[in-house]
């Protein structure tokens, strides 16, 4: 089993960056595949970004592709999502995801998630 619980949200003008982070427990984090996904506000909730379990595979969405970077540091049972460049279309609760598969992260079909962090893109 994996708990996972996201930080490093908040309110940054357009142009600017974030880094979040998603600090997780359980035996099984070197394991496991971790994303990102995001649900605006009246949308569902799409996938951001993907990792393999040893980082050396990783998979975007195209709206932030070039822009958003996903890593993992499995000593320390974190993975982060570098967002530069942020646009006002980018402002969601984002959510930190684990699942057996890359194509389960990317369908939304995680087995963990954490509980969210808000991500406000805004002059």
């Known amino acids: 089993q994996v708990q996972l619980v996201e930080s490093g949200g908040g309110l940054v003008q357009p142009g600017g960056s974030l880094r979040l982070f998603c600090a997780a427990s359980?035996?099984?984090?070197?394991?496991?595949?971790l994303g990102w996904l995001r649900q605006a506000p009246g949308k569902e909730r799409a996938f951001v970004a993907a990792i393999s379990p040893s980082g050396g595979s990783t998979a975007y969405s195209a709206s932030v592709k070039g822009r958003f970077t996903i890593s993992r540091d499995n000593a320390k049972n974190t993975v982060y999502l570098q967002m530069n460049s942020l646009k006002p279309e980018d402002t969601a609760v984002y959510y930190c995801a684990a699942g057996s598969s890359v194509g389960a992260v990317v369908a939304g079909l995680s087995d963990y998630w954490g509980q969210g962090t808000q991500v406000t893109v805004s002059s």
């Open positions: 359980g035996r099984t984090f070197s394991s496991t595949f």
